[in-house]
């Protein structure tokens, strides 16, 4: 199982790698459309499609890196019994909150597919399309706040941190 959560996190992070790599394209392309006259318009629009992908694909990649940003002024005062106990405090509290926006970002994906919701931009995109990436992200980041949970629960560190990471 840990082969294929990470996996799933480090996927996420080479999908985030190239959606940053898509908003670069997008926002040359734009700059080259301003002084050609290239049929490229609506390259602004996916530029922030791809920008959002990004932030949110590599959300799961960045915790489970021991990444994102942490207040341990208050975990280094604290022994051995309180720091785990407010490690499981906050975790249970990340894990509910990521639970919820992965739910409501699912619930935007399929509403807009419902609706037929597009963009109001000359592209006239499906927004269902480019929310997907915040729904699998969120949901990715709800699975690796489980994952670490499950792992402080049962006493264990995730494996960067023991790594000294």
Known sequence: MRRVLDA???GAAVLAALCMIGTLAMVLGSVIDRFHTLPLRGMDAYAGYCMAAAAFLSLAHTLKRGEHIRVTLVLNALGTQGRRALQLWSLSVAVGLSGLFAFYSARLVWQSHA??????????????IPQLAMAAGTLLLFVAFV????????????QVREAGV
């Open 8 to 10: 799933l996190y480090d």
């Open 147 to 158: 994952d670490e949970w499950w792992l402080t629960v049962r006493g264990r560190a995730s």
């Open 115 to 128: 609706f037929h919701d597009i963009s109001t931009g000359i592209d006239a995109t499906p927004l269902w």
